[in-house]
Protein backbone atom coordinates (compact mmCIF):
# COMPACT_ATOMS: atom_id res chain seq x y z
CA UNK A 1 0.00 0.00 0.00
CA UNK A 2 2.25 2.83 -1.29
CA UNK A 3 0.18 5.66 0.97
CA UNK A 4 0.73 3.67 4.30
CA UNK A 5 3.36 3.50 6.61
CA UNK A 6 5.02 0.84 8.64
CA UNK A 7 4.32 2.93 11.74
CA UNK A 8 0.99 2.98 11.75
CA UNK A 9 0.31 -0.50 9.60
CA UNK A 10 -0.65 -2.47 12.86
CA UNK A 11 -3.19 0.65 13.50
CA UNK A 12 -4.94 0.37 9.96
CA UNK A 13 -5.17 -3.56 10.87
CA UNK A 14 -6.97 -2.88 14.11
CA UNK A 15 -9.04 -0.14 11.93
CA UNK A 16 -9.80 -2.75 8.89
CA UNK A 17 -10.84 -4.95 12.06
CA UNK A 18 -13.17 -2.77 13.42
CA UNK A 19 -15.03 -2.24 10.00
CA UNK A 20 -15.87 -5.81 9.80
CA UNK A 21 -17.11 -5.60 13.72
CA UNK A 22 -19.28 -2.42 13.07
CA UNK A 23 -21.24 -4.71 10.73
CA UNK A 24 -21.51 -8.16 12.30
CA UNK A 25 -25.19 -7.34 13.94
CA UNK A 26 -26.18 -6.84 10.52
CA UNK A 27 -28.36 -8.70 7.90
CA UNK A 28 -25.58 -10.94 5.93
CA UNK A 29 -26.45 -10.23 2.72
CA UNK A 30 -26.31 -6.25 3.42
CA UNK A 31 -22.58 -7.68 5.12
CA UNK A 32 -21.84 -9.11 1.92
CA UNK A 33 -23.03 -5.94 -0.25
CA UNK A 34 -20.96 -3.96 1.34
CA UNK A 35 -17.86 -5.79 2.12
CA UNK A 36 -15.97 -5.66 -1.10
CA UNK A 37 -15.90 -2.17 -1.18
CA UNK A 38 -15.38 -1.55 2.99
CA UNK A 39 -12.67 -4.07 3.45
CA UNK A 40 -8.81 -3.73 2.43
CA UNK A 41 -9.70 -2.10 -1.24
CA UNK A 42 -9.40 1.92 -0.42
CA UNK A 43 -6.49 3.83 -0.07
CA UNK A 44 -7.17 4.36 3.47
CA UNK A 45 -6.23 7.94 3.49
CA UNK A 46 -8.53 9.40 5.56
CA UNK A 47 -7.41 6.88 8.49
CA UNK A 48 -3.98 7.47 7.89
CA UNK A 49 -3.64 11.38 8.30
CA UNK A 50 -6.25 10.77 11.37
CA UNK A 51 -3.51 8.27 12.89
CA UNK A 52 -0.34 10.51 11.66
CA UNK A 53 -2.16 13.88 12.85
CA UNK A 54 -2.28 12.11 16.22
CA UNK A 55 1.13 10.52 16.59
CA UNK A 56 2.56 13.89 15.57
CA UNK A 57 0.86 15.84 18.17
CA UNK A 58 0.44 13.05 21.16
CA UNK A 59 2.92 10.34 22.46
CA UNK A 60 0.09 7.59 20.89
CA UNK A 61 -2.78 6.34 19.28
CA UNK A 62 -5.50 5.92 21.63
CA UNK A 63 -9.29 4.02 21.73
CA UNK A 64 -10.27 7.50 20.57
CA UNK A 65 -8.17 8.07 17.61
CA UNK A 66 -9.27 4.36 16.13
CA UNK A 67 -12.67 5.56 16.55
CA UNK A 68 -11.75 8.58 14.43
CA UNK A 69 -10.43 6.72 12.11
CA UNK A 70 -13.25 4.41 11.80
CA UNK A 71 -15.73 7.03 11.54
CA UNK A 72 -13.71 9.08 8.83
CA UNK A 73 -13.40 5.84 7.08
CA UNK A 74 -17.23 5.36 7.20
CA UNK A 75 -18.19 9.16 5.98
CA UNK A 76 -15.77 8.57 2.90
CA UNK A 77 -17.03 4.82 1.84
CA UNK A 78 -20.84 6.30 2.70
CA UNK A 79 -20.04 9.59 0.80
CA UNK A 80 -18.62 7.25 -2.06
CA UNK A 81 -21.95 5.10 -2.48
CA UNK A 82 -23.68 8.47 -2.90
CA UNK A 83 -21.06 9.89 -5.37
CA UNK A 84 -21.55 7.15 -7.74
CA UNK A 85 -25.07 7.34 -7.62
CA UNK A 86 -24.95 11.35 -8.48
CA UNK A 87 -22.10 10.35 -11.44
CA UNK A 88 -23.61 7.39 -12.78
CA UNK A 89 -20.25 5.35 -11.87
CA UNK A 90 -20.32 1.58 -13.17
CA UNK A 91 -16.69 1.34 -11.61
CA UNK A 92 -15.51 1.87 -7.92
CA UNK A 93 -12.32 0.38 -6.24
CA UNK A 94 -11.73 -1.85 -9.01
CA UNK A 95 -15.27 -3.70 -9.16
CA UNK A 96 -18.64 -2.89 -10.53
CA UNK A 97 -20.15 0.11 -8.35
CA UNK A 98 -22.93 -0.84 -6.04
CA UNK A 99 -25.52 1.32 -7.85
CA UNK A 100 -24.75 -0.65 -11.16
CA UNK A 101 -25.14 -3.86 -8.98
CA UNK A 102 -28.01 -3.06 -6.72
CA UNK A 103 -29.65 -0.16 -7.97
CA UNK A 104 -29.49 4.11 -7.29
CA UNK A 105 -31.74 2.91 -4.88
CA UNK A 106 -30.06 0.60 -2.53
CA UNK A 107 -27.11 2.30 -3.34
CA UNK A 108 -28.16 5.84 -1.51
CA UNK A 109 -29.17 3.60 1.20
CA UNK A 110 -26.14 1.42 1.72
CA UNK A 111 -24.57 5.00 2.19
CA UNK A 112 -27.24 6.27 4.46
CA UNK A 113 -26.79 2.78 6.81
CA UNK A 114 -22.92 4.04 6.83
CA UNK A 115 -23.43 7.11 7.55
CA UNK A 116 -25.30 6.89 10.49
CA UNK A 117 -23.29 3.88 11.84
CA UNK A 118 -20.30 6.52 11.65
CA UNK A 119 -22.49 8.90 13.96
CA UNK A 120 -23.21 6.78 16.19
CA UNK A 121 -19.56 6.19 17.16
CA UNK A 122 -19.17 9.43 18.06
CA UNK A 123 -22.25 9.58 20.05
CA UNK A 124 -20.21 9.75 23.39
CA UNK A 125 -17.86 11.95 21.96
CA UNK A 126 -17.64 15.71 23.18
CA UNK A 127 -20.31 18.08 21.18
CA UNK A 128 -17.30 20.25 19.76
CA UNK A 129 -15.78 17.34 18.05
CA UNK A 130 -19.50 16.15 17.17
CA UNK A 131 -20.34 19.73 15.81
CA UNK A 132 -16.84 19.30 13.31
CA UNK A 133 -17.99 15.88 12.07
CA UNK A 134 -21.68 17.50 11.23
CA UNK A 135 -20.04 20.69 9.74
CA UNK A 136 -17.88 18.41 7.58
CA UNK A 137 -20.70 16.10 6.18
CA UNK A 138 -22.75 19.23 5.41
CA UNK A 139 -20.20 20.93 3.16
CA UNK A 140 -19.76 17.55 1.54
CA UNK A 141 -23.46 17.47 0.76
CA UNK A 142 -23.61 21.35 0.04
CA UNK A 143 -20.98 20.73 -2.53
CA UNK A 144 -22.22 18.14 -4.36
CA UNK A 145 -25.45 19.54 -4.43
CA UNK A 146 -23.55 23.00 -6.07
CA UNK A 147 -21.90 21.09 -8.26
CA UNK A 148 -24.56 19.47 -9.51
CA UNK A 149 -26.43 23.12 -10.26
CA UNK A 150 -23.49 23.89 -12.31
CA UNK A 151 -23.27 21.11 -14.81
CA UNK A 152 -22.63 21.39 -18.21
CA UNK A 153 -22.42 25.05 -17.16
CA UNK A 154 -18.27 26.58 -17.87
CA UNK A 155 -17.35 27.37 -13.72
CA UNK A 156 -15.08 29.78 -12.65
CA UNK A 157 -11.97 29.10 -10.64
CA UNK A 158 -13.20 30.11 -7.61
CA UNK A 159 -16.20 28.63 -8.10
CA UNK A 160 -14.50 24.95 -8.73
CA UNK A 161 -12.36 25.73 -5.59
CA UNK A 162 -14.77 26.61 -3.68
CA UNK A 163 -16.66 23.17 -4.94
CA UNK A 164 -13.85 20.90 -3.90
CA UNK A 165 -13.19 22.88 -0.39
CA UNK A 166 -16.54 21.61 0.58
CA UNK A 167 -16.14 17.91 -1.45
CA UNK A 168 -13.44 17.10 -0.39
CA UNK A 169 -11.10 19.02 1.97
CA UNK A 170 -14.06 19.39 4.64
CA UNK A 171 -13.78 15.75 5.33
CA UNK A 172 -9.75 15.85 5.03
CA UNK A 173 -9.09 18.67 7.30
CA UNK A 174 -11.46 16.87 9.80
CA UNK A 175 -9.62 14.06 9.69
CA UNK A 176 -6.41 15.82 10.97
CA UNK A 177 -9.10 17.87 13.06
CA UNK A 178 -9.76 14.53 14.67
CA UNK A 179 -6.33 13.29 14.98
CA UNK A 180 -4.82 16.14 16.84
CA UNK A 181 -8.25 16.05 19.46
CA UNK A 182 -5.83 13.41 20.97
CA UNK A 183 -3.20 16.09 22.42
CA UNK A 184 -6.11 17.99 23.74
CA UNK A 185 -3.87 21.26 22.41
CA UNK A 186 -6.69 23.41 20.90
CA UNK A 187 -3.73 25.13 18.83
CA UNK A 188 -2.33 21.91 17.10
CA UNK A 189 -5.89 21.23 16.41
CA UNK A 190 -6.63 24.40 14.41
CA UNK A 191 -2.67 24.08 12.89
CA UNK A 192 -3.77 20.16 11.21
CA UNK A 193 -7.27 21.16 10.15
CA UNK A 194 -5.91 24.01 8.38
CA UNK A 195 -3.05 21.75 7.03
CA UNK A 196 -5.47 19.31 6.28
CA UNK A 197 -7.75 21.59 4.22
CA UNK A 198 -4.82 22.71 1.80
CA UNK A 199 -3.86 18.56 1.64
CA UNK A 200 -7.68 18.05 0.49
CA UNK A 201 -7.43 20.45 -2.35
CA UNK A 202 -4.45 19.44 -3.59
CA UNK A 203 -5.38 15.91 -3.57
CA UNK A 204 -8.36 16.57 -5.18
CA UNK A 205 -6.63 19.23 -8.00
CA UNK A 206 -4.77 15.77 -8.60
CA UNK A 207 -8.27 13.36 -8.55
CA UNK A 208 -9.90 15.78 -11.28
CA UNK A 209 -6.44 15.77 -13.44
CA UNK A 210 -6.78 11.66 -13.19
CA UNK A 211 -10.15 11.54 -13.97
CA UNK A 212 -8.94 13.52 -17.33
CA UNK A 213 -5.54 11.49 -17.67
CA UNK A 214 -5.01 8.88 -15.32
CA UNK A 215 -4.76 4.83 -16.51
CA UNK A 216 -6.63 2.27 -15.37
CA UNK A 217 -4.55 2.14 -12.01
CA UNK A 218 -7.02 4.36 -10.19
CA UNK A 219 -10.13 1.26 -10.20
CA UNK A 220 -12.33 3.61 -11.43
CA UNK A 221 -14.26 5.10 -14.86
CA UNK A 222 -12.18 7.79 -16.56
CA UNK A 223 -13.44 10.69 -18.14
CA UNK A 224 -16.65 10.43 -15.60
CA UNK A 225 -16.98 14.00 -14.44
CA UNK A 226 -16.84 15.59 -18.57
CA UNK A 227 -19.10 12.79 -19.37
CA UNK A 228 -21.67 13.88 -16.80
CA UNK A 229 -20.86 17.75 -17.96
CA UNK A 230 -19.17 18.31 -14.76
CA UNK A 231 -16.31 21.23 -15.50
CA UNK A 232 -13.32 20.54 -13.58
CA UNK A 233 -9.62 22.45 -13.26
CA UNK A 234 -7.74 20.82 -16.26
CA UNK A 235 -10.86 22.13 -18.71
CA UNK A 236 -11.10 25.39 -17.11
CA UNK A 237 -7.35 26.11 -17.95
CA UNK A 238 -7.58 23.88 -21.10
CA UNK A 239 -10.52 26.98 -22.01
CA UNK A 240 -8.58 29.39 -20.84
CA UNK A 241 -5.91 28.87 -23.51
CA UNK A 242 -8.39 28.78 -26.32
CA UNK A 243 -9.57 31.41 -28.55
CA UNK A 244 -12.87 32.39 -29.43
CA UNK A 245 -13.32 30.09 -31.93
CA UNK A 246 -11.79 27.23 -30.46
CA UNK A 247 -13.81 27.93 -27.46
CA UNK A 248 -16.75 27.47 -29.01
CA UNK A 249 -16.01 24.45 -30.85
CA UNK A 250 -14.68 23.14 -27.44
CA UNK A 251 -18.36 24.19 -25.95
CA UNK A 252 -20.16 22.74 -28.44
CA UNK A 253 -17.96 19.40 -28.75
CA UNK A 254 -18.17 18.62 -24.73
CA UNK A 255 -20.86 20.62 -23.21
CA UNK A 256 -23.91 19.00 -24.88
CA UNK A 257 -26.64 17.74 -21.64
CA UNK A 258 -28.29 15.59 -24.30
CA UNK A 259 -25.45 13.28 -25.69
CA UNK A 260 -22.43 13.25 -23.66
CA UNK A 261 -18.66 13.08 -25.89
CA UNK A 262 -17.35 9.95 -27.44
CA UNK A 263 -13.90 8.73 -26.47
CA UNK A 264 -12.12 9.80 -29.87
CA UNK A 265 -13.98 13.73 -29.27
CA UNK A 266 -12.25 13.09 -25.08
CA UNK A 267 -8.99 12.04 -26.16
CA UNK A 268 -8.77 15.05 -28.80
CA UNK A 269 -9.09 17.12 -25.69
CA UNK A 270 -6.79 15.22 -23.45
CA UNK A 271 -4.22 15.50 -26.05
CA UNK A 272 -4.59 19.13 -26.05
CA UNK A 273 -4.07 19.45 -22.52
CA UNK A 274 -0.88 17.63 -22.55
CA UNK A 275 0.33 19.66 -25.21
CA UNK A 276 -0.72 22.85 -23.64
CA UNK A 277 1.51 21.26 -20.27
CA UNK A 278 -2.07 21.64 -18.08
CA UNK A 279 -1.05 18.85 -15.96
CA UNK A 280 2.15 19.70 -15.31
CA UNK A 281 0.74 23.27 -14.07
CA UNK A 282 -1.73 21.28 -11.97
CA UNK A 283 0.58 19.59 -10.27
CA UNK A 284 3.06 22.18 -9.57
CA UNK A 285 -0.01 24.24 -8.17
CA UNK A 286 -1.11 21.03 -6.16
CA UNK A 287 2.77 20.87 -5.02
CA UNK A 288 3.02 24.72 -4.49
CA UNK A 289 0.02 24.77 -2.45
CA UNK A 290 1.54 21.45 0.07
CA UNK A 291 4.94 23.57 0.40
CA UNK A 292 2.89 26.46 1.77
CA UNK A 293 0.47 24.29 4.32
CA UNK A 294 3.84 22.32 5.64
CA UNK A 295 5.32 25.19 6.71
CA UNK A 296 2.71 25.41 9.27
CA UNK A 297 3.62 21.97 10.23
CA UNK A 298 7.13 23.60 11.30
CA UNK A 299 5.23 24.22 14.67
CA UNK A 300 4.49 20.36 15.97
CA UNK A 301 7.38 18.94 17.94
CA UNK A 302 10.07 17.77 14.94
CA UNK A 303 9.46 13.64 15.16
CA UNK A 304 9.37 10.97 13.07
CA UNK A 305 5.63 11.15 12.95
CA UNK A 306 5.98 14.77 11.43
CA UNK A 307 8.26 13.78 8.89
CA UNK A 308 5.71 11.03 7.67
CA UNK A 309 3.04 13.65 7.52
CA UNK A 310 4.85 15.65 5.01
CA UNK A 311 5.57 12.16 3.30
CA UNK A 312 2.10 11.38 3.40
CA UNK A 313 0.84 14.67 1.52
CA UNK A 314 3.59 14.59 -0.76
CA UNK A 315 3.04 10.90 -1.92
CA UNK A 316 -1.22 11.91 -2.36
CA UNK A 317 -0.10 14.53 -4.70
CA UNK A 318 2.42 12.68 -6.73
CA UNK A 319 0.23 9.49 -7.05
CA UNK A 320 -1.36 8.47 -10.17
CA UNK A 321 -4.22 6.22 -8.79
C1 LIG B 1 -15.89 12.07 -4.93
O1 LIG B 1 -15.76 13.05 -5.90
C2 LIG B 1 -16.92 12.49 -3.94
C3 LIG B 1 -16.68 13.17 -2.83
C4 LIG B 1 -15.32 13.60 -2.52
C5 LIG B 1 -17.73 13.55 -1.86
C6 LIG B 1 -19.12 13.14 -2.18
C7 LIG B 1 -20.07 13.59 -1.11
C8 LIG B 1 -21.39 13.35 -1.13
C9 LIG B 1 -22.04 12.65 -2.26
C10 LIG B 1 -22.23 13.77 0.04
C11 LIG B 1 -22.17 12.66 1.06
C12 LIG B 1 -23.21 12.69 2.04
C13 LIG B 1 -23.26 11.88 3.15
C14 LIG B 1 -24.46 11.96 4.01
C15 LIG B 1 -22.18 10.98 3.56
P1 LIG B 1 -15.38 12.67 -7.38
O2 LIG B 1 -16.61 12.22 -8.10
O3 LIG B 1 -14.65 13.82 -7.95
O4 LIG B 1 -14.35 11.49 -7.14
P2 LIG B 1 -14.32 10.03 -7.71
O5 LIG B 1 -13.46 10.17 -8.92
O6 LIG B 1 -13.68 9.20 -6.64
O7 LIG B 1 -15.70 9.59 -8.03
MG1 LIG C 1 -17.33 10.40 -8.59
Sequence with gaps: MIFSFNSIKDHLRTMDERITDCFNDSDPQIREAIAPYLLN?????????????????SSDVTAATHRYALVTE???CASLFHDDVLDNAMKRRGQPSANRLYGNDTAVLIGDFLYMRALMLMESDRIKLRRAVYRAVTAMTQAEISQGLKRYRILTESDYFRIIEGKTAALISLCALLGASISGNGKWMTTLSIFGRQLGIAFQLIDDLLDWTGGIETGKDRHCDIREGRITLPLIRLL????????????????????????????????????????????TDAGNLLSNAAASLNQLPDTTYRRELLEFSDRLIRRSL
Excluded: F, W
Design 41 to 57: QGKRIRPTLVYLSTLAT
Design 240 to 283: ATMDHKETARCNKDLLKSDSPPDKEIIDKYMAMMMNREIDQAIR
Design 74 to 76: LIH
